[in-house]
């Protein structure tokens, strides 16, 4: 064990960045700011100092993760440190993965247009346009 990871609580944008659950420092105050990330079940600021023990409720797109804090520092090191920091849920993964699932069978939207509009199609486009301005 190193020197940081003996201290008693890291800021948590810190300790988010040092875990890799955020590329950035900078990416993880933004969401937790944002409101993207749960200390305890309650939104906290980017100073909050997490502890060993620690449930925290991280929101990344539409997957959400629910880790238990195991270890603490404020150095990030390889992925392979960094997952020893942090234990996932059994049920926050299940989710994960059926959610993943249900998101493979959904079709996935489709471009068939050319490019720009030829000519007519912007006529058509306009046409339309001002119907909608009437109601």
Do not use: C
């Not at 409101?35 to 929101?59: F, M, W, Y």
């Not at 797109?61 to 990030?76: F, M, N, Q, S």
């Not at 090191?77 to 059994?90: D, V």
């Not at 699932?101 to 007519?120: D, E, H, N, S």
């Amino acid at each position: 064990m190193s020197d940081d990871e003996s201290t008693e609580s890291v800021r948590l944008d810190r300790w988010l960045w040092a875990a890799r659950i955020y590329k950035t420092r900078s990416l993880a105050a933004r969401a937790i700011d944002g409101g993207k990330v749960h200390l305890n079940g309650t939104r906290v600021k980017r100073s909050k100092p997490v502890k060993p023990g620690d449930e925290l409720e991280v929101t990344r797109g539409i997957y959400e993760y629910h880790l238990i804090v195991k270890a603490l520092t404020e150095k990030r090191g390889p992925a392979s440190e960094a997952s020893r920091l942090y234990e996932e849920t059994p049920q926050s993964r299940k989710a994960r993965e059926t959610l993943r699932a249900q998101l493979k069978g959904v079709p996935k939207p489709i471009f068939r247009g050319k490019g720009r509009p030829t000519k007519k199609e912007r006529r058509q486009i306009d046409r339309l346009r001002d119907r909608e301005d009437q109601f």
